[in-house]
Every structure is written in structure tokens, then in C-alpha cells.
């Protein structure tokens, strides 16, 4: 390995949206500000200042029909795209993988650092959430059941181009080894703490928020009816192939905001008594930024939320993922007497500083132990 500054790409899935894998990769492009970002798909200007800055390369599927809109379409095409970047120039692969990057091939003398945010999901525990008969259709769903079974014997049978592992949860890690027969090392995305923080005075709280992406496996339809329930109002901050179904379903009590600037839903996290997330998260980046704010979070108890979300002192862990059970995870919560500073310092576990401290560590113990 050289004794000079490694040269570091930088491989994403795609980049469509500033949502929380978005936030990571922003937080290791201030790692290395020289460092090319590859990605299969980009909508230009659609996720951060910072991200746009660097140059960015895009495989062949740029050029399929509005691939920035239906990149999930072309799925099938993700193996062969991946193996497109020409990357035999760098010392140092970082990938910031979801779905399918974590699969790039390396040159011999350069060491691959994966940060999995998820292995690839529609091939192995959210099949159904993506391709249930009653989205895709019955044909569609066993010509998915196909595809995405092929797709997870490639994920399983490439883990071995990543050199090590970060997860971003004890959650994700368990799905590592579950799939990949790979150990790997938790680093905690980075939250903003700085910028999501209480009000400079209290004010008055009303009404539940949920900000999300509008997709299956979020389950926003369980706080629409929880909140139905429970005779609370509600607002969803989010955009997604789910939204109009949602709003069917949604009575006069829930508002659709769509995508509302960071600063807006700065000022919604304030203002909400709590923050809804009813599906499994990964790590789950948006409860921590309403803690942040002082704000309590009433959360499904799987996932990334058991390691965020402390019952009964940041908010509720709700056992079942019933409508039922979120309603009375609301008046529990209502019932509870909460300190915003102790809800605060909770999400201070999770900061922009921690993650650029032990990325940028295990990205060098890797580098020293392959000289």
C-alpha cells in the first residue's frame, strides 16, 4: 500500500433523494472531499450540496427509460451494472450499500470497506413488502420471487469482495452474519445533533408526525389507523409509491404535507407530542433527530429502534405491529411524564462527531493491517 495519502472512491446505490443513507454518505464525503462518488443512478441536484460537489459517475443505467424515478425496475440489470466502475486506480473502496454495491470489484492491491446499511432487502426479509400479489399481481409476483431469489444467491456468493464490514445497527449486523457469514463492526449513522435540537423556548405540543418515505415496509397505514384510534391528529411527511393508497385510507384527522425542507421539519419535530415509526428500521435516523429535539418517539420494538428508543424514558416500544397496539402505545405515552433533556441526551449517543470519529478509524485500521 502506498506510504502517501490512499486514493478513495466512494460507491453508492443510487442517488435519488437525501434520505438516511443519503445522510451517511454526506458525512463520508467530508471524509474525503477528493474522493470520486460512483452510484448506478443519479438524479442530479437531488441530494446534498455537499455530495454534488464531488465528481460522480453513473453506470449504463442512466440512460434506461426514467431510471431516477423506477431504478427498482431495473433490478436484474444491478450485477452486471456494479461490475461496470473501473476502480483499479484506488487504494481504498468505500461503499455505502443498501442494495447492490457492496458487490463492486476492486483491483488486487486496493482494500473494499463496506457500510451496509442493509443487505440487499428485496432478496431476503422484505421480499413481500415490495412484490405481494396485491401490488405486483399474481404473475408478477412468483416472475419476483424468481428474479429476487437469484439476486440473493449472487448477494450471499459476492460478500466475499468486501474486506470488512461496518453495520449501522446490532440489528443489521445480526442480518450480516445471518446472510453473509460475516462478522462486521456497528458504527451509528450520524445524526445532526447540532441542528436537531430543541426550541431556544418551550412551546406548546399537538398532534403525532410520522416522516417517511411513503413504500411498503414502513407501515405508515398502522399509524394512520393507531392515530384513528386514538383520536389524535397526524401528519405525514413523505413522498412515495404508497401515498395515494394512504390517502384513501386516511380520514380528515391526517395531512400529507409531501417533502418539506430540513428546516420545516425542524420546526415539525418541535412542535409534534411524538413521533410515530411503526415499521422495522434498519438503524432509523428519524427517531433520533426528533430526540434530539426533546421530541419522545412511540415505535414498533424491532429493529434499529431497541437500540434508540429507551422504553419509557425517550418514549414507547409497542410490542405488535397492530393499529391496536399503537393507539394504546399513544395514551401510554400521553400518560407518561417525560423530560425532553433526558430524551436529548439519548440521541446525543448518535452524533455526526462519533461517526467521523470511528469511520475514519476503522477505515485506517484497515489500511495499516493490509500494509
Not at 326 to 354: C, H, K, T, V
Request: glycine letters at 8%; aromatic letters at 10%.
Amino acid at each position: 500500500m502506498n506510504a502517501s495519502a490512499p486514493r478513495v472512491a466512494i460507491v453508492h446505490d443510487w442517488l435519488t433523494g437525501m434520505r438516511g443513507g443519503e445522510k451517511v454518505l454526506d458525512a463520508i464525503c467530508e471524509l474525503y472531499p477528493d474522493a470520486p462518488v460512483y452510484a448506478l443512478v443519479r438524479v442530479p441536484g437531488s441530494v446534498s450540496a455537499r455530495i454534488e460537489a464531488h465528481p460522480i459517475s453513473t453506470s449504463p443505467a442512466q440512460a434506461l427509460p426514467r431510471a431516477g424515478r423506477f431504478y427498482r425496475q431495473y433490478l436484474p440489470l444491478f450485477p452486471t451494472l456494479v461490475e461496470w466502475f473501473d476502480l483499479d486506480r484506488y487504494d481504498l473502496v468505500i461503499s455505502s450499500s443498501h442494495c447492490a454495491v457492496k458487490s463492486v470489484i476492486r483491483p488486487g492491491r486496493a482494500r473494499h470497506l463496506c457500510y451496509c446499511h442493509s443487505p440487499m432487502r428485496y432478496g431476503w426479509d422484505q421480499f413481500g413488502a415490495y412484490f405481494s400479489p396485491a401490488q405486483v399481481g399474481l404473475w408478477g409476483h412468483h416472475a419476483a420471487r424468481h428474479v429476487m431469489a437469484g439476486l440473493a444467491r449472487w448477494d450471499r456468493a459476492t460478500a466475499h469482495r468486501v474486506d470488512r464490514f461496518l453495520a449501522n445497527s446490532q440489528y443489521v449486523a445480526g442480518r450480516i452474519r445471518r446472510y453473509y457469514n460475516r462478522g462486521s463492526t456497528v458504527v451509528y449513522p450520524p445524526v445532526d445533533t447540532s441542528f436537531y435540537r430543541p426550541g431556544p423556548a418551550p412551546q406548546p405540543r399537538s398532534g403525532f408526525l410520522v416522516v417517511s418515505a411513503l413504500v411498503p415496509y414502513k407501515r405508515v397505514e398502522v399509524a394512520i389507523e393507531g392515530c384513528r384510534m386514538a383520536g389524535v391528529t397526524l401528519k405525514i411527511v413523505g413522498r412515495g409509491p404508497e401515498e395515494a393508497r394512504l390517502k384513501q385510507l386516511a380520514g380528515p384527522e391526517v395531512e400529507f404535507p409531501g417533502w418539506r425542507s430540513d428546516e420545516e421539519i425542524l420546526a415539525l419535530y418541535r412542535g409534534a407530542e411524538g413521533v410515530l415509526l411503526p415499521g422495522i428500521e434498519d438503524f432509523g435516523m428519524v427517531p433520533v433527530e426528533a430526540q434530539a429535539c426533546g421530541t419522545p418517539v412511540v415505535a414498533l420494538d424491532e429493529g434499529g429502534a431497541r437500540e434508540t428508543v429507551a422504553d419509557g424514558v425517550t418514549g414507547v416500544l409497542v410490542d405488535t405491529d397492530s393499529a391496536e397496539a399503537f393507539a394504546a402505545g399513544l395514551a401510554r405515552l400521553r400518560d407518561l411524564r417525560l423530560d425532553p433533556a433526558a430524551i436529548r441526551d439519548n440521541a446525543r449517543r448518535f452524533s455526526r462527531e462519533r461517526f467521523m470519529s470511528e469511520f475514519k478509524a476503522a477505515a485506517a485500521d484497515l489500511l495499516e493491517t493490509s500494509r
